[in-house]
C-alpha cells in the first residue's frame, strides 16, 4: 500500500522560511518522479516544482524559482522543499506526488499517488 505523508506546514511571516517533507511508504521515491503542487483556497491546484526520476533534474515554476528548492534523502524515502523568502501568494495546500515515469508532469493527471497536503500559510 502506497503512502506519501507529508509535514512541516504552518504559519509563517513574509520574508520567512519553511521546509515541507514528503514521505513515502510502500514505493521507492528513487524509482519514481515526482512533483509538488500547491492549491490556494478558490483556485485550481497548481504545479509548483517537478524531478525527474531519481531527482536528476528539477524544474521550478517561474513562481517560486530562486525560491524554493527541491532535495531529496534516498536513504530516508523523503523529498523535501525549502521554500525561502515567503510571499503572501504562497498561501496554500501544499502537495507532493508522484509517477511511476522517467519524466515528471505538470498536469494533476499525469501522477499515480498524491499526499494529503500540508497547509502553509505567510502573512503579511
Known amino acids: 500500500q502506497v503512502q506519501l505523508v507529508e509535514s512541516g506546514g504552518g504559519l509563517v511571516q513574509a520574508g520567512g522560511s519553511l521546509r515541507l517533507s514528503c514521505t513515502a511508504s510502500g514505493l521507492t521515491f528513487s524509482n519514481y518522479a515526482m512533483g509538488w503542487f500547491r492549491q490556494a483556497p478558490g483556485t485550481e491546484r497548481e504545479f509548483v516544482v517537478g524531478e525527474t526520476r531519481g531527482g536528476l533534474t528539477t524544474y521550478y515554476a517561474d513562481s517560486v524559482k530562486g525560491r524554493f528548492t527541491s532535495s531529496r534523502d534516498n536513504a530516508e524515502n523523503t523529498v523535501y522543499l525549502q521554500m525561502d523568502s515567503l510571499k503572501p501568494e504562497d498561501t496554500a495546500v501544499y502537495y507532493c506526488?508522484?509517477?511511476?515515469?522517467?519524466?515528471?508532469?505538470?498536469?494533476?493527471?499525469?501522477?499515480?499517488?498524491w499526499g494529503q497536503g500540508t497547509q502553509v500559510t505567510v502573512s503579511s
Open positions: 506526488a508522484v509517477r511511476n515515469n522517467r519524466w515528471f508532469g505538470t498536469q494533476l493527471t499525469d501522477y499515480d499517488y
